[in-house]
T-cell receptor, first 106, second 114 residues
């Protein structure tokens, strides 16, 4: 079946620094979704990518889907303390990556 | 709208006990899901219901049963709890049974089996 790897597992940054998490699949994907989970909370949908090479932005968040549709990234510019949480990718078979836990030092 | 609700929020069971986790959604969604979340392992799909009257196994179904009681409600039953089932359980729903649809998650049930 599909294998999904999400890296890094943890990332600690100083407020204002950038952050990137990567999601890599062993097979070609039809789409990929990203979710954010605040500490003690539940996952919340952020975005879906469908097209090869697609780039979408939400304020300081930039999402990319690879040309081969096997990988994706989420980049946060100038992190803020409100960005703290775990970011998950979700594949088209409802399989989730293990997540990247982001902590931000004020 | 309450979205997706789950009961209970917390539960402690002894090995061998049984219990049912309840989930309800008020968004008129067709599809509902049960996930478990363990540290460092993300979310793993236990069972899902594509539509009322149907249920299917996910990635980790062993030790669990589900019932889609009606369009709103989807319950998860542990017949004989084991310590390996200690986890946080999330219920989710989506409009349609396809991974192109956004999933809405409930607040979770934190289960400890001793």
């Amino acid at each position: 079946g599909q294998q999904v790897m999400q890296i890094p597992q943890y990332q600690h940054v100083q407020e204002g620094e950038d952050f990137t998490t990567y999601c890599n699949s062993s097979t070609t994907l039809s789409n990929i979704q990203w979710y954010k989970q605040r500490p003690g909370g539940h996952p919340v949908f952020l975005i879906q990518l469908v097209k090869s090479g697609e780039v979408k932005k939400q304020k300081r968040l930039t999402f990319q889907f690879g040309e081969a549709k096997k990988n994706s990234s989420l980049h946060i510019t100038a992190t803020q303390t409100t960005d703290v949480g775990t970011y998950f990718c979700a594949l088209n078979d409802m399989r989730f990556g293990a997540g990247t836990r982001l902590t931000v030092k004020p | 709208n309450a979205g997706v609700t789950q009961t209970p929020k917390f539960q402690v069971l002894k090995t061998g006990q049984s219990m049912t986790l309840q989930c309800a959604q008020d968004m008129n969604h067709n599809s509902m899901y049960w996930y478990r979340q363990d540290p460092g392992m993300g979310l793993r799909l236990i069972y899902y219901s594509a539509s009322e009257g149907t249920t299917d196994k996910g990635e980790v179904p062993n030790g669990y049963n589900v019932s889609r009681l009606n369009k709103r409600e989807f319950s998860l039953r542990l017949e004989s709890a084991a310590p390996s089932q200690t986890s946080v359980y999330f219920c989710a729903s989506s409009e349609e049974p396809h991974a192109t649809y956004e999933q809405y998650f409930g607040p979770g049930t934190r289960l400890t089996v001793t």
